[in-house]
């Protein structure tokens, strides 16, 4: 079975610290992507990766950065977190070549900024 | 502009009818894929059934099936006989690219509620 694995189920940091969110997937996946999930607005894709050290802006990656120097991990950066970034932060990592492929998700890190 | 869009927030449906989910897309590739998914109150992402831009046939998953209409990009997610375990919310996914590289987003969700 695919294990796609976020480092941490729930997380509190406050207002201006640098956050770290990790993702390990354990099936060589080529791709891998963070989403935010928010009511109302449903995912939102903020940065992919295609290849190590290879990485492309979604569409939200205002206040992010990520970090890709091994295949199968991928990490979300908060540089300077503020209460807008309180989300459920989703990983998912897909097999790159073929196409029809699915996206498989991890379990989610709640991100509470107070 | 929004890729996916999922203009039902909230629907009912009644145990053992059929219910559709609309999913629109937007996209100038001619190659791409759209998926739906399924997250329940736990909050686990289920994928349920895959179309690929080229294929002739709509998919079929069981009880899932996808009404693909190229011309409208439109990808309606049909649910035969609802069952109240279908009650969840539902997203419509998009891939865009090819071969390694892949652009994956997602649509604001339907909330399916299932009454008995």
């Known amino acids: 079975d695919v294990k796609v694995t976020q480092s941490s189920r729930y997380l509190v940091k406050r207002t201006g610290e640098k956050v770290f969110l990790e993702c390990v997937q354990d099936?060589?996946?080529?791709?891998m992507f963070w989403y935010r999930q928010d009511p109302g607005l449903g995912l939102r894709l903020i940065y992919f990766?295609?290849?190590?050290?290879?990485?492309e802006k979604g569409d939200i990656p205002e206040g992010y950065s990520v970090s890709r120097e091994k295949k199968e991990r991928f990490s979300l950066i908060l540089e300077s977190a503020s209460t807008n970034q309180t989300s459920m932060y989703l990983c998912?990592?897909?097999?790159?070549?073929?196409?029809?492929?699915?996206?498989?998700f991890g379990q989610g890190t709640r991100l509470t900024v107070v | 502009a929004q890729k996916i869009t999922q203009t039902q927030p909230g629907m009912f449906v009644q145990e053992k009818e059929a219910v559709t989910l609309d999913c629109t897309y937007d996209?100038?590739?001619?190659?791409?894929?759209l998926f739906w998914y399924k997250q329940p109150s736990s909050g686990e992402m289920i994928f349920l059934i895959y179309?690929?831009?080229?294929?002739?046939q709509n998919a079929t998953e069981g009880r899932y099936s996808l009404n693909f209409q190229k011309a409208r990009k439109s990808a309606n997610l049909v649910i035969s006989a609802s069952q109240l375990g279908d009650s969840a919310m539902y997203f419509c996914?998009?891939?865009?690219?090819?071969?390694?590289?892949?652009?994956?987003?997602f649509g604001t969700g339907t909330k399916l509620q299932v009454i008995p």
């Open positions: 996914a998009m891939r865009e690219g090819l071969g390694g590289y892949q652009k994956v987003t």
């Open positions: 179309q690929g831009s080229y294929d002739e």
């Open positions: 990766s295609y290849d190590v050290k290879m990485k």
């Open positions: 998912a990592s897909s097999f790159g070549p073929r196409d029809s492929t699915e996206a498989f």
């Open positions: 099936m060589d996946h080529e791709n």
């Open positions: 996209t100038s590739d001619q190659s791409y894929g």
